[in-house]
């Protein structure tokens, strides 16, 4: 089946400039997570999402960042005023039930963002 | 503060040779504990996890994981490496959410 897909796959944009970045889940997943991993570091956790409301948005970095799931289903990583620090590779995951549970997550492939 | 260590940004092992990848963790409480794989171009995959019980825990392509609660580590381990095997290696404790190392990159050498 398919799995958890994230689009684009590259996005370059410069800096101040407002980005989205899509993630579709594997159909049936209740949990999402979203998470940036930057060059030679491992994933650091940003958001969860269990359903359609944000369970856990401790890993924000700032009110830039703001992710949404309206439907409890595809989720939207919105970055507002990029700035360069910003760059790096946005991952997101998908699990069949609450973190509570310590599933396995699924990644997808990520979105690399560039700021220039 | 809650960390995770890989020791080794890199690990080199000749194809048929056991491997260990090593990780030690500094979390409240008693985590699950996971190996996360990332091949070139790929999204990250579960190899294994560690929840309870018999602390030797086996996973996908061979790979299995010690668990040693009174070093607080989780090492990863494989009785012959392939080549097919060289990738980036992430540990990750669980408490309320992941949290990973900074990776291993392990090369096996034909």
């Known amino acids: 089946g398919a799995g958890v897909s994230q689009t684009p796959s590259n996005k370059v944009t410069e800096k101040g400039k407002y980005v989205e970045l899509r993630c579709d889940p594997i159909s049936g997943h209740t949990a999402l997570y979203w998470y940036r991993q930057s060059l030679g570091q491992g994933p650091e956790f940003l958001i969860y999402f269990q359903g359609t409301g944000a369970a856990d948005d401790s890993g924000l970095p700032n009110d830039r960042f703001f992710a949404v799931r309206p439907e409890g289903s595809v989720s939207t990583l919105k970055i507002q005023r990029t700035e360069r620090g910003d760059s790096a590779v946005y991952l997101c995951?998908?699990?069949?039930?609450?973190?509570?549970?310590?599933?396995?997550?699924?990644f997808g492939p990520g979105t690399r963002l560039t700021v220039l | 503060a809650q960390s995770v260590a890989q020791p080794e940004d890199q690990v080199n092992v000749a194809e048929g040779n056991p491997l260990t990848v090593k990780c030690t963790y500094s979390?409240?409480?008693?985590?699950?504990l996971f190996w996360y794989v990332q091949y070139p171009n790929r999204g990250l995959q579960f190899l294994l996890k560690y929840i309870t019980g018999d602390n030797l825990v086996k996973g996908s392509y061979g790979f299995e994981a010690e668990f040693n609660k009174s070093q607080t580590s989780f090492h990863l381990k494989k009785p012959s490496a392939l080549v097919s095997d060289s990738a980036l290696y992430f540990c990750a404790p669980y408490t309320d959410k992941l949290i990973f190392g900074t990776g291993t990159r392990l090369q096996v050498f034909p």
């Open positions: 979390v409240s409480g008693n985590p699950y």
């Open positions: 995951a998908s699990s069949p039930w609450a973190s509570g549970l310590a599933n396995e997550q699924f």
